[in-house]
């Protein structure tokens, strides 16, 4: 009691102690987030003027970006990339989470999952090399391959090109989709299914009707999951890309670094935010959706 | 109408049904007979493998040993969804992304019914547990009675051949618990389906069973109605398990094939008939006497009676408002034995070492020897 009344004085109301407690994070955010994020705004109404920066308010990087058909298919193959690496992602990791929470015995869970994030205890980068010393012309997949006569000679379409690029991202998020399946199954009451079985349904139509229904939330939680950082990605396209595997992240790093026109790279940049938070509306729409009716 | 229950055919039967896991023995050599339309109890403590069988009927538990005929089919390597059963589960398992009608009509996927003809099903089934016009709303929206009658529409759509009860009213409040009770036995007549109800609540087995199997440790101790349960436990286990029972020392010799004679510890000598034995002889075991609380009366002063008197001390008692559990120590006994008492009028309470005159009779005594 008399500890909190000798406190500092700024301290002493509880709504004063709540904001003192979110004063850091809020800065950090603002400084961190906010800022940069207002000024990539700022600058994309902006253009480039040789060297100088035209500081007239105008909409010409918008109207450049989404009529020159260069960006235009580069924004459209990020899309798909990110679509492609997301269903990947979710459909190898469905399986995996579903056996993991209804085939492995409930003592040996932790460890599985324990396991399935081990991949992140190297660095990206260093998975990303490994993914071209598996894919390479003289990689281990095509040695295998033609070791085994499978092939005549190496397959070519399996490393820098877009397939690269989403093989190599799906394998790195696959953890990130599990996880929020592998909890979505959790949650579902056993006796859901056993109810399911009892009033007729066999295994197969019971999966249909009750488990993926109650797993949806899971599914599109590891869908934004994936598909947000993906559409963004500049690491992977530029090491296993290729020139066809370029994604919008590399054309706004080319245009601040390269071509010296940071207010087209920004309008990219925004164009890019704005795609991903359609995708991601629809998706949280779609959530809501599944979770009408839900305890 | 029992009657006609006892010469019933039966609708299950099981053979000698045995179910391990690993080591653990969860049956042991089930044998029994559910007739068509009765309404039937497993009651039993947790983990006497009650729940168990009832799932071994649903076809959610393999048979470790044995043989279970449902309708005179075997069910051996028929799966949950092809036999003739249905459950209410103990947690109700209502889908919590379906309405109730899309709950209700679950089952209903598979028959060849028109839209039209489920939804009157389904608004039939709903009407019959008293849920009139709620097929639109959410599971999740419901209270946990109507839960249960949900879980119950569900099950009885499909007109099982019999229907399983997973302890369906443990979950709920006392006062919504007596109200179920009545509507599940008037349900039951209604249907004419034979239900299996399992419980560990031995007052809810009693109120709702036309007979009840009583088990401990995976196998059957009685199957019975439930007043020769009551008044003719097997043993002093099942005596024990069902209502209040009081046990003291005996000594009985068999007279002829008709009479038993006992000694009971503060009671004295009494002759018994044959059915005053339904455990049966077992020469070597320690012999006792078991006897119901409301089969005695304490005598107030002055009071007559014909019955048999014995004599003790009121060491305790507990009131109940309309009934008063006296603990009486009867003379030459070492522990006090229950005697219940309607409180009526011109009858006082008791109190504690009051010296009393107990009234019982040698009809109301159940051997086990």
């Excluded at chain 1, 939680?221 to 500049?234: M, N, R, S």
């Excluded at chain 2, 969860?26 to 799932?55: D, H, M, V, W, Y």
Aim: charged share 20%; aromatic share 10%.
């Amino acid at each position: 009691m008399s500890d909190r009344i000798r406190g500092p004085r700024i301290g002493r109301s509880e709504a004063a102690q709540g904001y003192l407690l979110v004063a850091t994070p809020l800065a950090y955010a603002l400084l961190l987030l906010a800022v940069p994020l207002g000024a990539i705004v700022l600058f994309s109404f902006w253009s480039q003027d040789y060297l100088t920066i035209d500081t007239t308010l105008t909409l010409k990087n918008y109207r450049e970006a989404l009529s020159d058909p260069l960006y235009r298919q580069l924004l459209l193959r990020s899309l798909m990339i990110s679509a492609a690496v997301t269903a990947a992602t979710v459909l190898t990791a469905f399986p995996i989470a579903y056996y993991v929470s209804f085939y492995v015995p409930p003592e040996r869970k932790a460890m599985w999952i324990f396991l399935i994030t081990i991949p992140f205890w190297t660095s990206y980068l260093i998975r990303v090399f490994l993914w071209k010393v598996i894919l390479g012309y003289n990689g281990v997949f095509n040695t295998t391959l033609l070791g085994l006569g499978i092939i005549d000679e190496p397959l070519t379409f399996i490393l820098y090109n877009a397939n690269a690029v989403v093989i190599t991202l799906a394998h790195a998020y696959a953890p990130f989709a599990i996880l929020p399946i592998f909890v979505a199954l959790e949650k579902i009451d056993r006796s859901l299914h056993e109810a399911s079985r009892d009033l007729g349904e066999g295994y197969l139509s019971t999966f249909w009707r009750v488990t993926l229904p109650l797993a949806m939330p899971g599914v599109v939680a590891a869908v934004l999951i994936v598909f947000i950082p993906t559409i963004g990605d500049y690491v992977t396209p530029m090491l296993v890309g290729g020139p066809d595997g370029r994604m919008i992240a590399n054309m706004i790093q080319t245009q601040f670094l390269r071509l010296n026109n940071a207010p087209m790279g920004a309008a990219l940049a925004v164009l890019t935010m704005a795609m991903v938070s359609a995708v991601a509306l629809v998706f949280v729409f779609l959530n809501r959706r599944f979770l009408r009716g839900r305890q | 109408m029992k009657d006609t229950r006892a010469t019933a055919r039966p609708i299950i039967t099981l053979e000698a049904v045995e179910k391990y896991y690993g080591d653990y023995h969860a049956l042991r050599g089930i044998s029994a007979e559910i007739r068509q339309g009765e309404f039937f109890s497993l009651l039993g403590p947790s983990g006497c493998g009650k729940t168990t069988l009832l799932r071994t009927i649903a076809g959610f538990e393999d048979l470790s040993a044995g043989r279970l005929f449902i309708d005179g089919q075997d069910m051996a390597g028929v799966p949950a969804n092809k036999r003739p059963t249905n459950m209410v589960f103990q947690s109700y398992a209502i889908f919590p992304h379906l309405s109730v009608a899309e709950n209700v009509g679950f089952g209903l996927r598979r028959t060849r019914l028109s839209k039209t003809d489920k939804a009157a099903r389904v608004e039939a089934a709903l009407a019959m547990v008293g849920l009139s016009g709620y097929g639109g709303r959410a599971a999740h929206a419901l209270s946990g009675g109507q839960r249960q009658r949900v879980a119950l529409a569900r099950a009885l759509i499909l007109e099982p051949t019999v229907l399983l009860l997973d302890e369906p009213l443990s979950a709920l409040d006392k006062k919504m618990r007596d109200q179920m009770q009545g509507e599940l036995r008037r349900l039951q007549r209604q249907v004419g389906i034979t239900f299996i109800l399992v419980t560990h609540d031995q007052e809810e087995a009693l109120i709702m069973s036309d007979r009840i199997a009583v088990m401990f440790e995976g196998q059957i101790a009685q199957l019975d109605t439930p007043q020769m349960l009551y008044r003719r436990p097997v043993s002093r286990k099942v005596g024990e398990f069902i209502g209040v029972m009081n046990f003291l020392p005996a000594r009985a010799t068999v007279a002829d094939e008709t009479h038993i004679e006992v000694e009971a510890a503060g009671l004295g000598r009494a002759v018994i008939g044959p059915d005053q034995l339904p455990g049966g002889w077992h020469p070597g075991q320690t012999q006792s006497v078991g006897i119901r609380p409301e089969t005695m009366s304490i005598l107030y002063p002055g009071e007559t009676t014909d019955r048999r008197v014995a004599t003790g001390v009121v060491e305790d008692l507990s009131y109940y408002g309309d009934m008063t559990y006296y603990e009486v120590r009867l003379d030459g006994v070492e522990r006090p034995m229950t005697i219940s008492m309607k409180n009526l009028v011109g009858r006082p309470v008791l109190e504690r070492g009051t010296e009393a005159r107990v009234a019982w009779d040698a009809r109301s005594l159940v051997l086990f020897a």
